[in-house]
T-cell receptor
Framework: QKEVEQNSGPLSVPEGAIASLNCTYS??????FFWYRQYSGKSPELIMS????GDKEDGRFTAQLNKASQYVSLLIRDSQPSDSATYLC????????????????FGQGTTLQVKP | GAVVSQHPSRVICKSGTSVKIECRSL??????MFWYRQFPKQSLMLMAT?????????EQGVEKDKFLINHASLTLSTLTVTSAHPEDSSFYIC????????????FGPGTRLTVT
């Protein structure tokens, strides 16, 4: 089992709809959770971070975390064609024997296509 | 805030030569920087973790004598690809962790290396 899993997609939604991106992570003492957006040929850009259970909203983006279910999601409201990109889920995990090195474990990413 | 630069953005070199890539945090101090490699249509692969003033920690399978990392100050880390070969052609991306923040990493724009 991969440590961080995402559906690779593509996830296709019409413009104006809500896009829902999901991520699950393996059973470790996970500390922090991040969503990055990566446009083709570019480097990742941090869009959301979440540390405690529940919802966190920032503009059109809402991150949801459920540590009991080992699940983190990203909702994008009023999706725009400019949101079309690959979304990477990243988890900071404490490793046995090494403590917290600050390393992030990335999922393989979900490609989102927003159609006009 | 949280801007990371990389130089050069693109480099073409001949097989057998060495290439140095610089990563700078422009508006914050980064105790830890990370170096990633990304092949087309694949996710990020962490190569090494670089801490200021100490030796880098390499991920399993990454040759430390081939990928030399130096983190001389709180704002600068360098990656040198020694004796480059065509299979080293890839997108190299650094990230930096702001010492004032939890575990968020901010990515540089990346360096596209082509070895001919």
């Amino acid at each position: 089992q991969k440590e961080v899993e995402q559906n690779s997609g593509p996830l296709s939604v019409p413009e104006g709809a809500i896009a829902s991106l999901n991520c699950t992570y393996s059973d470790r003492v996970s500390q922090s959770f991040f969503w990055y957006r990566q446009y083709s040929g570019k480097s990742p850009e941090l869009i959301m971070s979440i540390y405690s259970n529940g919802d966190k909203e920032d503009g059109r983006f809402t991150a949801q975390l459920n540590k009991a279910s080992q699940y983190v999601s990203l909702l994008i409201r009023d999706s725009q064609p400019s949101d079309s990109a690959t979304y990477l889920c990243a988890v900071n995990m404490r490793e046995r024997g090494s403590g917290n090195t600050g390393k992030l474990i990335f999922g393989q990413g979900t490609t989102l296509q927003v159609k006009p | 805030g949280a801007v990371v630069s990389q130089h050069p953005s693109r480099v073409i070199c001949k097989s057998g030569t060495s290439v140095k890539i610089e990563c700078r945090s422009l508006d914050f101090q980064a105790t830890t920087m990370f170096w990633y490699r990304q092949f087309p249509k694949q996710s990020l692969m962490l190569m090494a973790t670089s801490n200021e003033g100490s030796k880098a920690t390499y991920e399993q399978g990454v040759e430390k004598d081939k990928f030399l990392i130096n983190h001389a100050s709180l704002t600068l880390s360098t990656l040198t690809v020694t004796s480059a070969h065509p299979e080293d052609s890839s997108f190299y991306i650094c990230s930096a962790r702001d010492r004032r923040q939890f575990y968020e990493q901010y990515f540089g724009p990346g360096t596209r290396l082509t070895v001919t």
